[in-house]
């Protein structure tokens, strides 16, 4: 079994678009909204834009600029 702190380290690099993981997106979008100077709404709809674009865990980063782009920022 592997250690709860490492597997958060491993995974904090990347974002995961799995429909069971509902606090992947409420963190992410939450970031986006801060970042970005918008509604958790139009967050959320570019955190779900994005994992469509793109299959299977992404790179955080090229997922941020993912919904950067999106929301036209």
Request: proline content about 1%.
């Amino acid at each position: 079994m592997s250690d709860d702190k490492t597997k958060r380290e491993v995974d904090a690099r990347f974002v995961s678009c799995a429909e069971d993981e509902g606090y992947e997106e409420t963190y992410t979008a939450t970031k986006i909204a801060f970042e970005n100077g918008v509604s958790m709404e139009e967050a959320r709809k570019a955190f779900k834009h994005c994992c469509k674009a793109v299959t299977g865990n992404q790179p955080r980063k090229a997922f941020m600029e993912c919904a950067k782009k999106y929301l036209g920022k």
